[in-house]
């Protein structure tokens, strides 16, 4: 004799047999086989099989049967409420020390005055490590920039007229910077200003006719030039 138990979520075929008892953990594991909701009453008439139908044993959920898994809340540890509290005495920060007394007693990193991890790990070097060595030294720009802000052949360009054209607006510590020309792009027939050009951006500009013309940086204060300017001014 064989079965479909029919539930919810899906159908069971129960086949038994002389021998074993429908309730035995063998005719469980070897004899139960789970079919797909798609499975029909006509297929299963074809097969010899009855159809049962299994009531439902889960809950509906509404709103007077609602409540939190098991273990998923727990009551709050009380602490300092005596030794059936759990933590009672010394709310669990031990008899005495630097780290059982009130606020915080040490700073993150702190290990009790040996030289910390953070210390003793080697630093990176340039702009990764926060030197000056990475820095920018210029405001750059390429030549394909230059193509695409509309300058007529002839034109004269340096980091004043692409200021006052809004095409480059440096701020902060690249306001003070002074202008690279770089090579990326085709040639132009410019009169370019700048502080700085690339090895390829001078090919490109000579190239196309223009010309080039080095700005002068601003020289950096230091006390022995600036003594030698006193003295000769002095002499006089």
Aim: charged content about 25%; overall charge positive.
């Amino acid at each position: 004799m064989a079965a479909i138990v029919a539930s919810k979520s899906s159908i069971m075929l129960c086949k038994s047999s002389g021998s074993t008892k429908v309730g035995s953990s063998s005719f469980l594991n070897g004899n139960m086989l789970k079919l797909s909701l798609n499975t029909t009453r006509p297929a299963a008439k074809r097969a010899g099989l009855t159809v049962v139908a299994e009531a439902a044993t889960e809950e509906r959920i509404r709103l007077n049967n609602l409540h939190p898994l098991p273990g998923s809340r727990r009551s709050k540890m009380r602490k300092g409420r005596g030794h059936a509290a759990g933590q009672g005495l010394t709310c669990g920060y031990g008899n005495r020390g630097q780290k059982s007394r009130s606020g915080k007693p040490t700073r993150p990193g702190f290990e009790g005055g040996q030289n910390p991890l953070y210390r003793a790990t080697p630093k990176l070097k340039g702009i990764c490590g926060g030197m000056a060595a990475g820095k920018s030294k210029y405001v750059t720009v390429n030549l394909k920039d230059l193509a695409e802000y509309g300058f007529a052949e002839g034109d004269e360009v340096s980091l004043e007229v692409l200021k006052a054209k809004r095409k480059l607006n440096p701020s902060g510590r690249e306001a003070k910077l002074p202008l690279k020309v770089l090579g990326e792009g085709e040639g132009l027939n410019l009169k370019i200003k700048a502080a700085a050009f690339s090895g390829s951006a001078l090919e490109k500009i000579e190239a196309a006719g223009g010309s080039v013309e080095y700005v002068a940086l601003k020289e950096k204060w230091t006390r022995a030039a600036h003594e030698a300017r006193v003295a000769a001014a002095a002499e006089a």
